[in-house]
């Protein structure tokens, strides 16, 4: 069965401290996402990556970084964390080309930031 | 960036009810998706269109890329109690290719048994 596997499913940090929220993907895609989705604004994307070592931010790039070091694997970064970023994470991937939409979700991270 | 209007926000429906939920943008898009995200899982997608005009159906789902290429719409007949969730309408504005989707803000469907 394919996966997309995100490290945690829920999270408590303190504002300031730096966040690592990692994702993993068995389907050999080329294509990783980072969404925040908050009640009401939907999924919100942060960063996409279509190759390793590669990135491109999205919508909502402010306050976060990424990094794609091997091509299963794609990390959210949280420099110094605020409240405002309290939120559910989700992480996606999908095969380029055609089907380059079809986007396969983690199960989320709901990060709390105190 | 561009923007999907999805509409109703929410639903309270009764078991057997058909629902209906719609995405329209200002912008033309070139495939048209709809996901179902239930309570605490990721979203997964329920149906993709690729055409303008092609109707789509997943058992009792039926999904529309619309003519003009601005809208699609998503039906669900006779509903039952666990297809309650967020329905969120995605589009992409290229051909095939990667460009990022598009996702509206979702429709919360409630289902009264």
């Known amino acids: 069965d394919v996966k997309v596997t995100q490290s945690s499913r829920y999270l408590v940090k303190r504002t300031g401290e730096k966040v690592f929220l990692e994702c993993v993907q068995d389907?050999?895609?080329?294509?990783m996402f980072w969404y925040r989705q908050d009640p009401g604004l939907g999924l919100r994307l942060i960063y996409f990556?279509?190759?390793?070592?590669?990135?491109e931010k999205g919508d909502i790039p402010e306050g976060y970084s990424v990094s794609r070091e091997k091509k299963e694997r794609f990390s959210l970064i949280l420099e110094s964390a605020s409240t405002n970023q309290t939120s559910m994470y989700l992480c996606?991937?999908?095969?380029?080309?055609?089907?380059?939409?079809?986007?396969?979700f983690g199960e989320g991270s709901r990060l709390t930031v105190l | 960036g561009q923007q999907l209007n999805q509409s109703p926000q929410s639903m309270f429906i009764q078991e057997g009810e058909d629902v209906s939920m719609n995405c329209t943008s200002s912008?033309?898009?070139?495939?048209w998706l709809w996901y179902k995200q239930d309570p605490g899982e990721g979203p997964v997608l329920l149906i993709a269109?690729?055409?303008?005009?092609e109707l789509t159906s997943n058992g009792r789902l039926t999904a529309q890329f619309g003519i003009t290429r601005k809208d699609s719409f998503l039906n669900i007949s006779a509903s039952i109690p666990s297809d309650v969730g967020i329905y969120f309408c995605?589009?992409?504005?290229?051909?095939?290719?990667?460009?990022?989707?598009?996702f509206g803000k979702g429709t919360r469907l409630s289902v009264i048994a």
């Open positions: 996606a991937s999908a095969q380029p080309g055609q089907r380059t939409g079809e986007l396969f």
């Open positions: 269109l690729y055409k303008a005009g």
């Open positions: 995605a589009g992409q504005t290229r051909p095939p290719g990667n460009t990022p989707l598009v």
């Open positions: 389907m050999d895609h080329e294509n």
């Open positions: 990556s279509y190759d390793v070592k590669m990135k």
């Open positions: 912008s033309i898009f070139n495939t």
